[in-house]
């Protein structure tokens, strides 16, 4: 694929309901970032993979939040029980290796609302 | 922990005009990365320019450019020739050496006037 990609773009949840996100990085990109855009803000970093492992987890916000990426590439982020405060755009963002200069590639997000 | 810090929330400029958003930092590192992403109502974060902090010299790309201070903590961009397409939130952003994680300002909204 040409870019990130991100499904559902919109998910309407009712509060306790789970919900999960999934996030198609680009082909061969080692790194993949997940982040939380609340209305009006900056995004804010959530959690980091280096092809299947888990390197960076620290940003999530509580032990609702849970994200994988079981075979280095598709990546899920679920949340459980959710709460009104989840409402944002959570978006993917990829690196094609490890080291931090390279460029990260945001997917458009998914706008998830919590009612 | 680093922080970034935009003290425009808003700013407007006309068409073929220059405008410059400012950005500075908080950081106790020698080594990092800057970077401004443009984010349109579109929300695909795109890369617009980036700067490495061992690099004295200033980035540039075409219409877009950064006055970089490291003693300041201070990062600018300066968008020359502004263009409708233009109009976007501007992000400033702070990357790691050691880690991983990109840390965003909380952004400026730039309108671009026909």
């Known amino acids: 694929g040409a870019g990130v990609s991100q499904s559902p773009r919109y998910k309407v949840a009712k509060r306790g309901q789970d919900v999960a996100l999934r996030c198609d990085p680009i082909s061969g990109h080692v790194s993949l970032f997940w982040y939380q855009q609340a209305l009006g803000q900056g995004p804010e970093f959530l959690t980091y993979f280096q092809n299947e492992a888990q390197l960076d987890k620290s940003g999530l916000p509580s032990d609702r939040f849970f994200a994988e990426r079981p075979e280095g590439s598709v990546s899920t982020l679920k949340i459980q029980r959710t709460q009104q405060e989840d409402s944002a755009v959570y978006l993917c963002?990829?690196?094609?290796?490890?080291?931090?200069?390279?460029?990260?590639?945001f997917g458009p997000g998914t706008r998830l609302t919590v009612l | 922990a680093q922080t970034v810090t935009q003290s425009q929330p808003e700013m407007s400029v006309q068409e073929a005009e220059t405008v410059t958003l400012s950005c500075t930092y908080d950081t106790s590192e020698s080594d990092y990365y800057l970077f401004w992403y443009k984010q349109p109502p579109s929300r695909q974060m795109i890369l617009v320019i980036r700067?490495?902090?061992?690099?004295?010299q200033n980035a540039t790309e075409n219409r877009f450019s950064v006055n970089f201070q490291k003693a300041a903590k201070s990062f600018s961009l300066k968008i020359s020739d502004s263009q409708l397409g233009d109009a976007a939130m501007y992000f400033c952003a702070y990357g790691e050496t050691s880690g991983s994680r990109l840390t965003f300002g909380e952004g400026t909204q730039l309108t671009v006037n026909p």
């Open positions: 700067q490495e902090a061992y690099k004295q």
């Open positions: 963002a990829s690196r094609r290796y490890q080291g931090p200069s390279d460029t990260q590639y």
